[in-house]
């Protein structure tokens, strides 16, 4: 069964390989996005040396790197899983020997370590030639940096494949999955730092799962987190983890006897 799984994440990558050229120019236009967003936050800083407790050199590493992570957390299992409840292809899905969670779960691995091989380091490489990107010298916080970027992907992945089993319940859920895109694009720090935010604000989005993936690794990866804090955050990524898997386990318990076929 485990070999099974493994299969499911080479198939993704080798399927994922097959477009690579989508891929390469998608540095060029993430390259632009970063540079754009660059030069915006250099603009509002003006002569400020800090806002936000980050400074000029650290919200330009933070935009980098962030955009760059999202492209290996990203994906679109949510759109898959709604398709397949739509089509009815999904009931082939629950005879089949494996758990078709995790089966959904290693497809966005495969996906995700494709695009980090051959999108995010290649455009962070980029990055760092056109902008003033400041990298880490401490192993230590690479380390870190990469498990907790791990983790971002498995839980957008786990709020992907909730909001994807929605469909067994509204059949048609594409305006959540739009909702869920814009709201864990903004919430989860990627266009905003949550430290930019009012402090009422901040302390409402520190409550939700958005903020474990997107800015707490970014805070990490830039130094606006150190020390003990490092372990800290990372055990709010853990927390998240094993949360979702609650409204995940009872979402796809209750779909298992929901399920009907739209169509002919």
């Known amino acids: 069964m485990y070999s099974a799984y493994m299969d499911m994440i080479r198939i993704r990558f080798l399927m994922m390989l097959a477009y690579r050229v989508n891929y390469y120019s998608g540095i060029i236009i993430y390259a632009l996005n970063i540079g754009a967003y660059y030069f915006l936050w250099k603009a509002i800083y003006g002569t400020n040396e800090t806002l936000g407790g980050m400074t000029v050199a650290q919200i330009t590493t933070y935009v980098a790197v962030s955009w760059m992570a999202r492209a290996f957390y990203f994906n679109n299992l949510d759109r898959e899983i709604a398709n397949e409840i739509k089509d009815g292809s999904v009931a082939i899905q629950f005879i089949r020997p494996y758990n078709y969670?995790?089966?959904?779960?290693?497809?966005?691995?495969?996906?995700?370590?494709?695009?980090?091989?051959?999108?995010?380091?290649?455009?962070?490489v980029v990055i760092s030639l056109l902008i003033p990107v400041k990298l880490p010298t401490d192993p230590e916080v690479w380390g870190i940096f990469l498990l907790m970027l791990f983790f971002s992907f498995l839980i957008n992945s786990q709020i992907n494949i909730i909001t994807g089993l929605f469909a067994f319940f509204l059949e048609n859920n594409e305006g959540m999955m739009r909702m869920k895109r814009v709201m864990v694009d903004l919430f989860s720090g990627l266009i905003v730092p949550m430290s930019f935010f009012p402090g009422w604000a901040e302390g409402i989005l520190k409550l939700l799962p958005f903020q474990a993936i997107t800015y707490l690794p970014g805070a990490v990866f830039t130094g606006k987190v150190s020390g003990n804090a490092v372990y800290q955050v990372f055990g709010v990524q853990l927390l998240w983890f094993v949360l979702l898997i609650i409204p995940l386990y009872l979402l796809w318990r209750g779909a298992r006897t929901r399920l009907f076929v739209q169509g002919g």
């Open 101 to 124: 969670i995790i089966v959904k779960m290693m497809q966005g691995l495969g996906e995700g370590l494709f695009r980090f091989f051959l999108f995010s380091i290649p455009g962070m």
